[in-house]
RNA sequence: GGGCCUGUAGCUUAGUCAGGUAGAGCGAUGGACUCUUAAUCCAUCGGCCGCGGGUUCGAACCCCGUCAGGCCCGCCA
């Protein structure tokens, strides 16, 4: 069973009506590691549907919580933001300045500023949750049960938190974060409580107020957390490992959500996605691969195989380069499979029929809608890299397609792949074993591989080159003279020539390629390969 | 210190919850197509399932131990 049916499984077993809860906290650009978090969640609701239950995917914003540092993409002047809610800071403009005309004008915070890019490529990749900012919730009240049952009980909460976490909170440590006069989170010690006010001083002896209906403040994580799986209503939410280990707080917050009296979500644990030879992932470091630029090289369905194949447990390692070709035509393989006709065969172990279904399954996640089907395109990522490399205008592309066989007419999803393509292969992260290059001057090395034949038709080639016309037909056309007048295989010239042009054994169809490039240069790369051997 | 996750073919992995001959894909090798769109098709090779013990008629799977990697017990997807 797919890792998503399990868990619509289970909440079968909960109910009808299912809430699944993502979370983000908004404090830098989001990156490919936060589209698990969101894809998850909507696999998730996507299979509780197809088992009948009434699911919602939403998505909790959460912008009640501080800036934690200067990150190196901020100008030093949010130093004195530091503590302050996302929520409630002016964004960042293009020199990392606090952009105060926009916060003021049209309430643009720094939570928005990096929300938004990632809200626009969830839209792309299928995926559009109800949106709940935290920071809203606070100042509607939405805590305040919660907030008065932990204020009312510090004690209880405290013993919890110790218990389960097996750390020892501060004497003074209280389960409330005043915001102090200026809107920091920072630095407050509580010094009374009487509903709904939390009396505080702050480090230079300055004293005042938090009512804690009212949101001038928050829940500590751990408290936070859970108070929200209750006002939220959630039954579902995945997580990733940080949250999930013993002592964590989901551990805790099982607990807690007890104490507030609601029951706690069904868990899911996660696991971090890093990228290949680079670590995991973090915004800070600027060691990311955002959402964005990871659609602009591959399409939607293809990131969404990424989660949908993976157990949520196993660690993914993001490859920009062959990674992505081999996860794309993964996908192609996937789509152009009958699964249908493959498990009507009686005879499959358990074992394979496992497989099977989950793979269909992973196709089925991977659609950017829930009743799309897949549909292959019959031309594989490998290919369509080639032929964008040697044939400038998409048209010549459709129509060696079409002579091939391939394909009978373009169509919408191949046109856009073909965008996708070309800006790969435009990028840093198109990886070297995939482009087409032809040789500057002769590679000694294969050349020195050849045979006797081989090496013969050498000089051959270059003069059938030299008196060539400089197209396609022509260049096949040379070739084909001169393996002629040698008496020489087609396979023995074309041997020689991956040889003389691009230093292999093998490659992709020269003639096309030669054709693109410079007459005289790749004449004279062959009458310098003709002189050296 | 306490805990969680991971370890299966060269690589990516399925299978571990419900024990019953270890399955894929990529790569590699060989072949076919009167020869090349790195294509396609066919075949082959490749596994002390991290290691040691235990339970069992039978263990990749359950139990105990151990090694290695990652992570958590302030904050983080």
Redesign the pocket.
Known sequence: ?H?SD?IAQRLTERGNDHIIA???????EF????L??ILTGDMIARAARRSGLNAELVFVV?NA?PL?KVYPFLDKSYEDFIGHQLGSIPAPDKDGKPDWRRFEEEGWSYGDHFLQPFLEALKQIGVEPRLIPNLTSYREGKFADSAKKACDNPDAIREI?ERV???E?PSNWFPWQPLDSKGSLDGLDVTGYNYPMVTWTDKDGNTGESNISKGEGKL???LD?PAKWGFNHITCE????????????YATGVEIAAFFGHEPPQSL??????LRGK?????SSGNTVGPIEALRLVPPEILRLLIA???P?????FDTG??LV?LA??YE?LASRNFDEELSNDSL????R??IE??QAALRLSMTTSTQEAKATSV?F??L???AQIKPKDEDIWS???????ITNPNSVLSDRLERMRAWIDSEHFPE?????ILNEPDAASLGELDEEQRNLIPIIAGELQNAQWTAEGI?LA?KNAANSADA???S???A??AMF?G?E?????A?ILANCIRDEVCNLAQSCADSV
């Open positions: 069973m890792w399990v993502t979370g983000i906290t908004p404090s830098g990156h490919i590691g936060h698990r978090e959460d919580d934690r938190i976490s097996g750390r909170l500590p994580w751990r957390w995945p997580f990733g490992k940080d949250h999930g280990a013993a002592g964590g707080s644990v996660y696991e971090w996605i890093s670590g995991a992932m973090s915004s194949n993976s157990k447990n196993k660690a993914i390692e062959m990674g081999n035509d993964q393989r172990s358990r074992r394979q496992v497989q989950d793979a594989s490998r290919h890299a080639l032929l060696s397609l079409i002579e091939s066989g391939a074993e995939m482009r087409i290059m096949s070739f295989p087609m396979r010239m074309y041997r020539c991956y691009m292999s093998r490659g992709p169809r020269l096309p």
